[in-house]
């Protein structure tokens, strides 16, 4: 299958080119003029646009996988770039008129929240679903098809084919993100919607609307998000440094903390290597070896004398040999094998020759 052609970036012409350039809607950075001259704050939530950037190219991938199954002449990366302008020019023209559609429907019904969605993630969904049911051949209409894993697999091995040939950037996404956010936030919960009679007074709300953008502060990330959005950010952001979690000295990258406590951290738990039902930091090992050598030298000796000992005898010469001249070496076992070694060894030196 030829990979589909990486998507350059906006041109001039309108229409798809012939190396699949597109015009995209990219928001516009500046102020917006309308409703009487007011200009209107840019800033939208960074981490809606993010999610709903995200879930174009596997919305994509859906409509190309399903309206090309059976098709024996077309493959998805064939139709990929005609049908990428098609779903964004119609779920741009859907979301321009939302919220005039939702208010109308509203008042016939005479309901202000008759099934109104608030999430933008959720009315793009519907859009995308809409847009898919016109793209779909015989076999895509197809209910056994549409939940099997077969289709799945394809969307999946599509998006990242997509992915690794860059032929839908994520930040190409962002722009017509941005604009869909704007579109369809009816209640206002994900933009901006401030408005002012000049540029002095926007410039100053700007400085302080909850939505503008700032740059993550630990080093390494890249992420820009709105300030309202940035302790959710910080507190998932793989680039912040952290205390150990197990409270070695150690600090260290988010990213970095499961392998370091898993692999080479001082405090990471682990079992008792003789098998008691003990649970310690790895660095206790020492002393937790000495503090239990009874109950292992008797674990011990129950391997060594499977018979012709009893309990009361296995747990007397377990206490022989822990107040032993000997306790030193049996301590710095460190493990069941070496520590039935050393006590073979012990014992063997007592048995007197026959």
Request: hydrophobic share 35%; net charge negative.
């Amino acid at each position: 299958m030829d990979p589909p052609v990486a998507d350059p970036g906006p041109t001039k012409d309108e229409g798809v080119g012939s190396k699949g350039e597109m015009d995209l809607p990219v928001a516009n950075p500046g102020p917006v003029r309308d409703e009487g001259q007011l200009l209107q704050c840019p800033y939208c939530d960074s981490e809606a646009m993010h999610k709903l950037a995200q879930f174009l190219l596997p919305g994509l991938a859906a409509v190309c996988v399903d309206g090309t199954t059976g098709d024996l002449f077309r493959s998805p990366s064939v139709v990929a770039v005609d049908l990428r302008q098609e779903m964004v020019d119609y779920i741009t023209q859907r979301s321009e008129t939302f919220i005039a559609d939702t208010l109308i429907e509203s008042e016939v019904e005479q309901n202000a929240d008759n099934q109104m969605p608030d999430d933008p993630y959720e009315v793009i969904s519907i859009f995308m679903d809409d847009f898919s049911r016109t793209k779909r051949n015989i076999i895509g209409h197809v209910s056994g098809w549409l939940l099997s894993d077969s289709r799945e697999d394809k969307i999946d091995d599509f998006v990242q084919e997509m992915d690794m040939t860059r032929f839908w950037p994520l930040e190409r996404r962002e722009g017509i993100a941005e604009v869909l956010l704007k579109n369809v936030d009816i209640k206002t919960k994900f933009h901006c919607p401030e408005k002012y009679e000049n540029e002095e007074r926007l410039a100053d709300h700007k400085a302080q609307c909850s939505f503008r953008p700032v740059t993550c502060p630990n080093d390494g990330c890249r992420a820009k998000v709105s300030v309202r959005c940035m302790q959710d950010h910080d507190a998932a952001c793989l680039f912040k440094i952290l205390q150990c979690e197990q409270n070695c000295e150690k600090r260290l990258l988010r990213r970095d903390m499961d392998r370091h406590c898993v692999t080479v951290c001082p405090m990471r738990p682990m079992k008792c290597p003789f098998g008691c039902d003990s649970s310690f930091p790895e660095h206790n090992l020492e002393e937790h070896c000495s503090e239990s050598l009874q109950q292992h030298l008797l674990k011990v000796l129950q391997v060594i004398h499977k018979k012709g000992f009893t309990a009361d005898q296995l747990n007397d010469r377990a206490l022989e040999l822990e107040k032993s001249e000997d306790r030193g070496k049996l301590a710095k076992a460190r493990d069941a094998r070496s520590l039935t070694n050393i006590v073979k060894d012990l014992e063997a030196k007592k048995t007197p020759p026959s």
